[in-house]
């Protein structure tokens, strides 16, 4: 018990100091997710409006894909990237693996089924009074569109942010096709805070951990500080 107290007081110091270690895997983590996180909502947001309003055979059954897909192996999408990007793989050539950009592909493949999904459940919720009053008042397809996107703007924000929470706190991609590496350079180092977090334990500095941990659940705290704020304009 006085090791615990003793890392969270050692970890409180590391915060407050802005210990460069500490802040450079913070900032690393931050920077990786965010992009991710922008790049799959470009593409989540507008597929899932897509599948949402489309008429198509199957669309009941890729939906219930894309739901089954929200609960996929963050060790799956490591390995499937690690033997795209590897030098054997068909993308080797790129030799993007264990660099920070193999690690923002492979957390954009892991939220994007989440992130469509929960575009399509976000224009569900759409009050069908609005949809119809739309049709009544003889919008055109755009303006309809529009319209229905801007109702659910709120849940589709909400859908954004479970997005970059699940990528700033996964861990198995990122050790896989990240290698958890520290390098002189802030562009070429892959550590982040969840494998961080993982070595530090395992070395035993416990401290370190636990400010890792800390930053962690700050950082997710001010994601939903914002979202919150945004609804409540």
Not at 103 to 114: D, N, R, W
Not at 157 to 176: D, H, N, Q, T, Y
Not at 196 to 220: C, F, H, R
């Amino acid at each position: 018990m006085y090791e615990i107290i003793e890392g969270i007081i050692e970890a409180a110091r590391l915060i407050v100091t802005l210990d460069p270690d500490v802040m450079a895997i913070s900032a690393r983590s931050i920077v990786i997710s965010l992009t991710a996180t922008v790049v799959a909502t470009l593409v989540a947001v507008p597929l899932g409006a897509a599948i949402y309003f489309g008429t198509f055979p199957g669309k009941k059954s890729l939906i219930n894909l894309i739901q089954t897909l929200y609960s996929l192996p963050t060790v799956i999408v490591g390995l499937l990237i690690f033997l795209l990007l590897s030098r054997v793989g068909p993308f080797g050539f790129f030799r993007l693996l264990f660099t920070p950009t193999a690690m923002i592909i492979a957390q954009t493949v892991l939220i994007l089924p989440i992130m469509t999904g929960l575009t399509i459940s976000a224009l569900s919720g759409v009050d069908p009074v609005i949809r119809d009053t739309l049709r009544s008042l003889g919008a055109t397809r755009f303006q309809f569109l529009k319209s229905v996107m801007k109702e659910a703007r709120f849940a589709i924000l909400a859908a954004v942010a479970v997005g970059f929470g699940r990528a700033i706190s996964e861990v198995g991609a990122a050790i896989l096709v990240g290698g958890n590496i520290m390098a002189s350079s802030f562009a070429s180092s892959t550590r982040v805070l969840t494998t961080a977090i993982s070595l530090e334990t395992s070395m035993g500095n416990i401290s370190q951990s636990i400010a890792l941990g800390i930053v962690l659940l700050l950082i997710a705290l001010a994601v939903n500080l914002v979202i919150t704020m945004i609804q409540n304009r």
